[in-house]
Structure formats: structure tokens, C-alpha cells
């Protein structure tokens, strides 16, 4: 995906022109970092293949790094072997999932985000409360098919603002909201403004729903994005918030974002006249990629980066404890015959 407002203005490209500014923080979340890491020891405890219902995290090189090692991706747990071992990727799954798998006598491990669990929760709760759920989020995304498998009978899809016309529920006091992780804030208050103005006794959750991650990283984008004559955002073109991290950095005042998997897809066009490069990355993107494209820039006459921090992120996750059991008992024999 590229996003350009137009042809940035010709700058001066003597190097001591030219500057390069990285976000921090950027790339992993603790989401990501815990997924990938349960897909890393399953393979290890268990042995390959291992399954992993869907992408476990939204990236391309992350994805076949595991394929390399033994991981199998498939899109439903039907298409897994029954006994074996599936992983469920951090975006969540729906009850019926978890139902399908139990049917094939899957051993399954949930490595869903626990933030994105935590809406799972609300939306449990909201539907226990009779309320109507508004799902601010991307159709297909499978954050959203997930959230809303758990209260389907309750929950609608709002895609943004332009969807709100179109809302009907029971009870117009009996209104709630949640809203897919990965969104940018900006665009989720947008929307949940436009519902409040149909509907003033909405109800909010009890916290902010979008990921601290997607927010830090956005927040860090319009920080170094504002006056950028380009900006690279390193993730997949199926990762949204890497997509929406180009969008903000347009909207912050960038002359032009593109996205890019890796430093391959760089255009050297891109850089005609270009003297401030901003660089980010989105949530599941491995660190080594951003490497990648700053020795890009730096090959061609970019100095080192500076880092620009926005935010510290300290945040780590246990591991599935379906996973952190068997890791346990595998220890214990270990110690027992030694």
C-alpha cells in the first residue's frame, strides 16, 4: 500500500541535509511478542507440525520465519488433524471456535492478546445486561469476527461515522460500544461521537478499548511524522495498524507515507529531493526488518537515525497457562531424571 498527498518538494540532498528520525517505540507489542513466542515453545514442547488457526499475528516474514520451523497455518480448525495441537492467533476467536476445536479433541492454546480478551469480557457482560452492542471495527478483521462471536444475537458492526445512519437497535436507552484494539483513537472517537448524538445514553466500557500499543505508536508517528518529507512504516499490508500508521502520518503533516514489508519494497524515486525520512513500524513487525530499512537509507547517504521517544513500554504477558502447565511438567520430569 503507498498513501501520497502528492510530489514532495524538491529539498536540498547534501547529506547535511538530511536526517533521519525513529519512533520509540515501534514495532512489538507484548501481544504480538507473547503470541509468537507460544507458537516458538509449542513447537519446541510439543514438536512440529503445530497448527496455528490463522495468521498468529498479522505479518508475512513473521508468519513463514514459523512455517520454517514446523508451524502449519490454515484458516479453520476443520482443516486440522484431530488430536493434534492448534494455536489460536492473537486476535481471538469466538466461543464457536473454541467448540470446534474441543469437538475434534484439538489441544488447543489460546494466545489470543489479553486486552483483546478483556473486550471479549465486556461484551459478555454487556449482552448479560440486555444492552445493544455497537462494535466499532473492520469487517473481516478477526479481532472483530471474534468479539463479536461472543454476543452475536447483540452485537453490530460500525465501520466509522458514515455507518451510524444505519443503526437500529431495541432500546435506544440500552446502548453500548467496545471497539476492535488496533483502530487509530482518532478515528474511534470520531465514531463513537457520531453514535453518541443518535443515541446520549450510550454506554461506554469501563477503560479505553484501543491497544496502549496502537496508541503509542500513533501517537510517536505524528511526533516525528509532522514535518517528514517521507515516512516509512514498515508491516503488512493485512496489519492495521501499520496501515493506519501511514494515514496518520499524512494527517499529521507528512509530504508522503508508504508502507512497506521490508526494505525490498522501498522505491529509490521515493527519496528524489528527500531530506527528513521518519521510519516506524507496526505492532507485529520484527525489529530486524527496520534494520533493514534504515541500512537502506544509510547506503544511500542518510545518516544514522536518531531515535525520538514518545513513550517507555514495559508491559510483558504470561504465556497461555495451558502452555505454561505443560512447560511445567516437562521441567519436572526434566529435574526428576537428572
Not at 503507498?2 to 518538494?9: C, N
Not at 520465519?65 to 508451524?71: K, Y
Not at 443503526?167 to 453518541?196: F, G, H, M, N, Y
Not at 516509512?232 to 492495521?240: M, P
Request: with cysteine; charged share 25%.
Amino acid at each position: 500500500m503507498s498513501i501520497d498527498l502528492g510530489t514532495p518538494a524538491v529539498l536540498p540532498t547534501d547529506e547535511a541535509e538530511r536526517s533521519v528520525l525513529l519512533a520509540a517505540p515501534r514495532g512489538y507489542c507484548a501481544g504480538v511478542d507473547r503470541a509468537v513466542i507460544t507458537v516458538e515453545q509449542a513447537l519446541d514442547l510439543y514438536g512440529a507440525p503445530v497448527y496455528v488457526r490463522k495468521q498468529i499475528v498479522h505479518n508475512k516474514h513473521v508468519v513463514a520465519d514459523l512455517e520454517s520451523r514446523g508451524a502449519i497455518f490454515v484458516e479453520e480448525v476443520e482443516e486440522v488433524p484431530s488430536g493434534s495441537t492448534v494455536v489460536f492467533s492473537a486476535h481471538g476467536v469466538s466461543p464457536e471456535v473454541h467448540r470446534q476445536a474441543a469437538e475434534r479433541d484439538l489441544k488447543a492454546i489460546d494466545a489470543t492478546c489479553p486486552l483483546v480478551t478483556k473486550v471479549h469480557h465486556e461484551a459478555r457482560r454487556f449482552a448479560a445486561e440486555d444492552y445493544d452492542i455497537l462494535l466499532i471495527g473492520h469487517e473481516g478483521h478477526e479481532e472483530v469476527e471474534g468479539t463479536a462471536g461472543e454476543a452475536p444475537e447483540r452485537t453490530q458492526l460500525v465501520q466509522g461515522p458514515h455507518d451510524v445512519a444505519n443503526i437500529v437497535v431495541r432500546d435506544p436507552e440500552k446502548v453500548s460500544w467496545l471497539s476492535q484494539t488496533t483502530l487509530s483513537v482518532d478515528e474511534t472517537l470520531e465514531t463513537v461521537a457520531a453514535i453518541r448524538e443518535r443515541f446520549p445514553a450510550l454506554l461506554d466500557p469501563p477503560s479505553d478499548d484501543i491497544c496502549y500499543a496502537t496508541q503509542n505508536r500513533q501517537l510517536a508517528i505524528k511526533e516525528i511524522g509532522k514535518d517528514a518529507d517521507l515516512v516509512i512504516v514498515v508491516g503488512s499490508a493485512n496489519s492495521s495498524n501499520s496501515v493506519r500508521l501511514a494515514e496518520v502520518a499524512l494527517e499529521a503533516g507528512a509530504k508522503a507515507a508508504y508502507r512497506v514489508d521490508d526494505a525490498s519494497e522501498i522505491d529509490e524515486d521515493w527519496l528524489t529531493g528527500v531530506g527528513k525520512v521518519s521510519v516506524t513500524s507496526g505492532a507485529s513487525v520484527p525489529e530486524s526488518l527496520v534494520e533493514g530499512v534504515l541500512a537502506y537509507l544509510s547506503e544511500r547517504g542518510y545518516p544514522d537515525a536518531r531515535a525520538v521517544h514518545t513513550a517507555e513500554e514495559s508491559l510483558i504477558f504470561a504465556l497461555p497457562p495451558e502452555l505454561r502447565r505443560d512447560m511445567k511438567a516437562r521441567d519436572a520430569a526434566r529435574a526428576a531424571q537428572s
